[in-house]
């Protein structure tokens, strides 16, 4: 069973800086991914970024392009979102997700088949 935990997520000023934290269990092969999605009260969920294992490729949405970077730690099967110069318009409840069976990253909710809880990231101006 696929299991991804979050965490990380906090108050942080405008201009500050979180990292996130993806742990997940469950997948059976390398070709799998890890997103980043997050939901602002009364807007759709958004993609943010994605981690392509099968080739190590990255996604960003262009919101958060040069300013969020996402990496893995392979050995603590951990998937990571760091955020620097975060500004109000960051705050949202941020979920990582998992595609079991990926071939190239993609930033909509559709193929992703498993999900965290979600944390809270707040940014004050």
């Known amino acids: 069973e696929v299991q991804l935990v979050e965490s990380g997520g906090g108050l942080v000023q405008a201009g500050g800086s979180l990292r996130l934290s993806c742990t997940f269990s469950?997948?059976?092969?390398?070709?799998?991914?890890i997103a980043w999605f997050r939901q602002a009260p009364g807007k759709e969920r958004e993609g943010v970024s994605c981690?392509?294992?099968?080739?190590?490729?990255?996604y960003y949405a262009d919101s958060v392009k040069g300013r969020f970077t996402i990496n893995r730690d392979g050995a603590k099967n951990t998937v990571y979102l760091q955020m620097d110069d975060l500004k109000p318009e960051d705050t949202a409840v941020y979920y990582c997700?998992?595609?079991?069976?990926?071939?190239?990253?993609?930033?909509?909710?559709?193929?992703?088949?498993?999900w965290g809880q979600g944390t809270q990231v707040t940014v004050s101006s």
């Open positions: 981690f392509l294992n099968t080739d190590g490729s990255t």
């Open positions: 469950g997948f059976t092969f390398n070709d799998y991914a």
């Open positions: 997700a998992g595609d079991p069976s990926a071939r190239i990253g993609i930033l909509e909710t559709w193929p992703y088949d498993y």
